[in-house]
């Protein structure tokens, strides 16, 4: 059964074309990964199939009586209302039975008792009760536990999950999720990985993370150069199928170009053409230079950059101690960096995983214990927050400010505008303002500038977030084989397990465990330990 049809939609972002004439459906139960680099049109295209934005042409269809659910990016909920009042007043007939059943009893009036008996009749028809214990669970697996909160005093992450569970407690025929992951720790991702693959809706989602991909979705639909393209597979298929694809464009632009020099050159030899053949054929070398123009830049550069000198002493933490008011976040916690070692940080939110960074870099000093840096140390941190901008400033200028190039392990040197567009930023857009650029655009810029450092001791926070997977898979390529120290915090479990070699579980109250594997072994160790 199909539930929604697009049909030869186009979207223009100014003078940027994001995608023209693309259609496709999806059917009940259909589950799609919708994946791109930042800045092609996903978000774009998830606001369109979601009503908040129309499409510059074509035109889209809703099967009747299908509900649809839309998570953005960065959710608007009213400032006004609480957490509560947010989360009960989906539109549910179960969850609005139970909120007039609750009431009514704590109200107590007596004149209430009839009320609540046709209420409870009303409740074991749609067998509400099992319902309740539902949005509970979903409440608690999410971290929303600050159900008084006025929204205006939440976080942009606090705003996120309350909009997730929401929108499943709503449970709504067909989802539309942009990076439903994000802002969510590495327990609460399994636990929503297992939800969506266990349920019926038809889903559409844009991720990062490969294994809740791989997870959920078997089908991909990619937006790249202005198209979509499908992929009725797994990520390593999705791979796969597209260096296929690209590599017959490679031959069909190239076969153009060869056409195109012959057909130039008839040009110049013939007269002025008066013919309906030689117009004819006039016109076809147009068709063959605008084939001939499609360019991807397939080269790969040798992007491991020559390494700083580490001395003797890297970084050292003595009996380090640290509390916000009454929550500790270390206790007596000794650790020796040894050089090149590769650590990767895991907790649920709230337990101090950003703070332990910022004793790291210096930011924060520590309540007791010491702290010792190396004299060669150089730390680079790649934030959360992102990054940060002059009004007018140019893309390539945030690149410089930090270096004009850097030299590579074999001595070659490569300049700022070489590297952007190693990172995806094409020729044309290195004059650009940064404002023009997505919110994913811009972080992939933030890291080119954090690596453009040069740093030996490398500090990421959630690196992974509204990147796009190929991106990342440059930014795996590229610490592979980084020759320093590397510090990840990132509930992309993939990501993890690529790259680092032994696991800091936080555990809460202050107590760390360090675990002497992936995060993947850590995860089947502790099974292994569940009675």
């Given at each position: 059964m199909n539930y929604l049809s697009v049909e030869k939609?186009?979207?223009?972002?100014?003078?940027?074309?994001?995608?023209?004439?693309?259609?496709?459906?999806?059917?009940?139960?259909?589950?799609?990964?919708?994946?791109?680099i930042n800045g092609c049109g996903k978000s774009s295209l998830l606001k369109i199939l979601a009503g908040v934005e129309g499409p510059d042409e074509g035109k889209l269809s809703m099967r009747k009586g299908i509900r649809l659910g839309y998570l953005p990016q960065e959710p608007a909920l009213p400032e006004s209302r609480t957490v509560a009042e947010v989360v009960f007043n989906a539109d549910v007939p179960a969850l609005k039975l139970l909120k007039e059943y609750e009431q009514l009893l704590q109200k107590g009036a007596a004149g209430s008792q009839q009320r609540l008996q046709q209420l409870t009749a009303e409740i074991d028809a749609l067998q509400a009760w099992d319902y309740e214990v539902k949005v509970r669970q979903i409440l608690s697996k999410l971290g929303v536990n600050f159900l008084d909160t006025p929204i205006a005093r939440l976080s942009g992450g606090q705003r996120k999950r309350v909009a997730?569970?929401?929108?499943?407690?709503?449970?709504p025929e067909l989802l539309i999720l942009d990076e439903p992951t994000n802002h969510l720790d590495i327990d609460s991702i399994e636990w929503l990985e297992k939800y969506l693959s266990a349920s019926k809706q038809s889903l559409l989602m844009v991720t990062h993370d490969r294994y809740f991909l791989d997870s959920i979705t078997n089908e991909i639909f990619e937006l790249d150069g202005g198209k979509l393209y499908v992929y009725k597979g797994n990520y390593e298929y999705f791979l796969e199928k597209k260096a296929e694809r690209?590599?017959?464009?490679?031959?069909?632009?190239?076969k153009a170009r060869n056409l195109l020099r012959t057909e130039l050159e008839w040009l110049r030899r013939s007269p002025k053409a008066r013919t309906s053949k030689s117009r004819s054929r006039i016109d076809s070398v147009h068709a063959l230079q605008k084939r001939a123009a499609q360019s991807r830049d397939t080269r790969e550069l040798n992007?491991?950059?020559?390494?700083?000198?580490?001395?003797?002493?890297i970084l050292e933490l003595h009996q380090v101690s640290k509390s916000y008011g009454e929550l500790p976040i270390l206790r007596d916690f000794s650790y020796k960096f040894a050089k090149n070692e590769r650590v990767g940080i895991v907790g649920p939110n709230g337990v101090g995983?950003?703070?332990?960074?910022?004793?790291?870099?210096?930011?924060?000093?520590p309540d007791q214990g010491h702290i010792e840096k190396g004299s060669t140390v150089h730390i680079g941190h790649y934030r959360q927050e992102g990054l940060r901008f002059r009004p007018g400033q140019k893309i390539i200028e945030v690149i410089q400010e930090v270096a004009e190039g850097i030299q590579n392990s074999k001595g070659n040197f490569f300049d700022a505008g070489q590297l952007l567009t190693y990172f995806y930023f094409p020729h044309h857009l290195h004059q650009a303002p940064v404002s023009i650029l997505s919110g994913g655009e811009r972080r992939r810029l933030y890291l080119l500038r954090i690596l453009m450092q040069n740093p030996n001791f490398l500090i990421m926070d959630e690196p992974?977030?509204?990147?796009?997977l190929m991106t990342l898979r440059r930014l795996e390529a590229f610490l592979m084989d980084f020759p320093a120290c590397l510090v990840i915090v990132s509930h992309d479990r993939y990501f993890m397990d690529r790259l680092v070699d032994h696991i800091f579980v936080f555990e809460g109250q202050g107590r760390i465990k360090d675990f002497p594997g992936?995060?993947?072994?850590?995860?089947a160790w502790k099974a292994s330990q569940s009675p």
């Open positions: 939609i186009s979207r223009r972002y100014g003078e940027k074309l994001l995608f023209e004439d693309i259609s496709f459906g999806l059917d009940q139960g259909q589950k799609v990964a919708l994946v791109g997730l569970a929401r929108l499943l407690i709503e449970s690209e590599q017959l464009q490679d031959e069909a632009v190239d992007f491991q950059v020559q390494g700083r000198r580490l001395g003797g002493k995983k950003t703070t332990f960074l910022r004793l790291l870099t210096g930011e924060l000093p992974t977030n509204d990147l796009d992936s995060y993947s072994q850590y995860q």
